[in-house]
């Protein structure tokens, strides 16, 4: 069974009518150069925007998911966050468990997962931007979901805390969880299952990294021109 | 969640900060009365004290916490509905809202048919404003925005008040009662107006629960909703009850400003923002702070709530504006 199936969703203007559908336990990746709706997709993806169609986690339509349930189901890291007030990096990540009745499960061990332990008690709004990111990630970990909706997760991160992201992210997806995860480096699009790709709100490609990220169709959709060439390969130690 | 000592402490030291301060609010005046005289008027059996409580002192007490407990609590409201720890009533126009539904009722002489007819347009006066400042400014609006929104509202909304004054009003009763009104004071205050704003209750108790979802709401209705949160109904129960918590406030004490801006900045700066603590915290320290404020009017030779709420609020928003902006 499908994880995730859109089906006719749109939004005028902003994304073109488009039906996909993921499997179980994959991690998909949405490219596309900027304003090519990959957020508007992944918004109408997590159920945050409504984009006509219908949308399906589990082969359950989302409309007949009551809120708190899709609140367990899912996760959502947004893209940039801004916090108003000054709760503790704890307090946020815990909110992952809101729709758990606030159980605090694995809100210890998702702090830890992502290096953010010695900043616990800290207020969220005296942190840097990658720390922040590092903080929702820590609070979709904290949700125990089974689908994962992450947009553009590295954009602030090290080189680091980006590579244990990514192996975060592969790690759930072996797991069962499914992920899909918006992103701008494509030279990390070997990571992924499946790749997504956008163009100008029309879905210009499907399928495993090695068929869509083609010469011909990078030229088309991003303007630049593709060379595998060997360079600067980083890998997190072995522990 | 770990939760500190002082955290804990929190509800009960405000607790007690308020116990004191109601027994100095009846203690304190012209005739001052010793807890024997205290006791003695409350169970009546001492007359003078008896009436001193009973008809005057009591009252103006329970109206001034039923405010100051509105205000407190909607400032908490606002605060978390626009991300923006500046939003409170009275800087966003929504008390001046009410203040021109009540000063319509009494130029017109509205408010002389029924008792209650100065509540139910201040409620509208005030639903008006947060209709407008919603449109002005919209959710996780920058300070500038929102500030700009609610001085364009009250400006608009004192030229209400001012057009009543001056053109509907022939009568020097309604006008003098209009401007006595508007300054903001608990003067006179009968058990009428402890019961007019008794609904209070009824909002605090309904608010109470939504602590939680305050927390989520405050950094964003998309965010909130992917946790759970019924953003649609919270945030429209949010607004209902600020609005009406205002107005009724408005209705029975005038415009007192800066309680919804003070007091819940004061508890997240000692506390924490965890809304939980916070809607109780504000709801009994907004209490405890407008019977302060009160009690410092009264030592202070009869000057009214409004004037004491402003001179101390308004400093203190400036310093929390040099710290934001």
């Known amino acids: 069974m ?9 939004v005028p203007g902003r994304l073109e009518k488009l039906s996909v559908a993921v ?87 998702a702090l830890a997962r992502l290096d953010l332990t010695t900043l616990a008690d800290r207020p969220v709004n005296r942190l840097s931007g990658g720390e922040c990111q590092r903080v929702m990630l820590a609070r979709a970990l904290a949700t125990q979901p089974r689908l994962h909706f992450w947009d553009e997760p590295l954009a602030a991160l090290d080189v680091r805390h980006g590579l244990e992201v990514l ?73 | 969640m770990k939760e500190g000592g002082l955290q804990r402490l929190a509800l009960p030291l405000t607790g007690l900060l308020l116990a004191m301060v109601l027994v100095a609010s009846l203690a304190v005046g012209d005739m001052a009365l010793s807890s024997a005289r205290l006791w003695a008027g409350l169970t009546k059996t001492d007359e003078m004290a008896a009436i001193i409580l009973w008809k005057i002192r009591l009252p103006r007490t329970l109206v001034a916490m039923e405010i100051g407990a509105a205000l407190a609590a909607s400032g908490v409201i606002m605060q978390a509905y626009f991300r923006n720890s500046l939003a409170s009533p009275g800087l966003l126009g929504v008390s001046a809202g009410g203040s021109a539904g009540a000063v319509v009722a009494i130029g017109m002489g509205w408010a002389a048919v029924s008792f209650y007819v100065l509540p139910v347009t201040a409620i509208i006066g005030a639903l008006v404003a947060t209709v407008a400042v919603i449109g002005l400014a919209q959710r996780g609006a920058s300070t500038e925005r929102l500030l700009l929104a609610g001085v364009a509202l009250n400006a608009l909304l004192g030229a209400v008040t001012s057009y009543v004054l001056s053109n509907f009003t022939l009568s020097y009763e309604r006008n003098a009662q209009i401007i006595f009104w508007l300054l903001g004071g608990l003067e006179d205050r009968t058990w009428d107006h402890v019961w007019m704003a008794m609904p209070v209750l009824i909002c605090a108790a309904l608010l109470w629960p939504l602590g939680r979802s305050l927390d989520l709401l405050s950094l964003g209705a998309a965010d909130a909703q992917s946790l759970g949160v019924d953003v649609k109904t919270v945030r429209r129960r949010m607004l209902g009850l600020a609005t009406i918590m205002t107005a009724l406030a408005t209705a029975v004490a005038g415009t007192v400003g800066f309680v919804g801006l003070v007091v819940p900045h004061m508890f997240r700066l000692m506390f924490g923002p965890e809304h939980k603590r916070l809607v109780p915290l504000s709801l009994i320290g907004g209490a405890a702070f407008v019977l302060i404020c009160d009690l410092i009017g009264r030592s202070a030779g009869g000057l009214r709530l409004g004037i004491v709420t402003s001179v101390v609020g308004g400093p203190f928003f400036l310093w929390m504006l040099r710290r934001q902006v």
């Open chain 1, 23 to 109: 499997e179980a336990g994959k991690l998909v990746g949405l490219i596309g150069p900027n304003g090519s709706g990959k957020s508007t997709m992944l918004s109408i993806a997590a159920g945050l925007l409504d984009g006509g169609g219908t949308v399906k986690w589990g082969g359950r339509r989302l409309m007949d998911l009551a809120i708190m349930e899709r609140g367990r189901l899912a996760a959502w890291v947004p893209q940039e966050v801004q916090f108003a007030f000054g709760f503790t990096v704890r307090a946020v990540v815990g909110q992952g468990r809101f729709a758990h009745g606030d159980d605090g499960t694995g809100v210890e061990e």
């Open chain 1, 167 to 239: 192996m975060l992210a592969r790690e759930l997806t072996r797991n069962g969880a499914t992920m899909l995860m918006s992103l701008h480096d494509l030279r990390i699009a070997h990571c992924l299952d499946q790749v997504l790709m956008l163009d100008r709100g029309r879905l210009a490609g499907v399928g495993t990294p090695d068929e869509v990220l083609t010469e011909a169709r990078l030229r088309d959709v991003f303007g630049v021109k593709m060379r595998i060439a060997p360079g600067m390969i980083l890998e997190l130690p072995s522990p």
């Open chain 1, 2 to 10: 499908n994880a995730l199936e859109l089906n006719d969703v749109a």
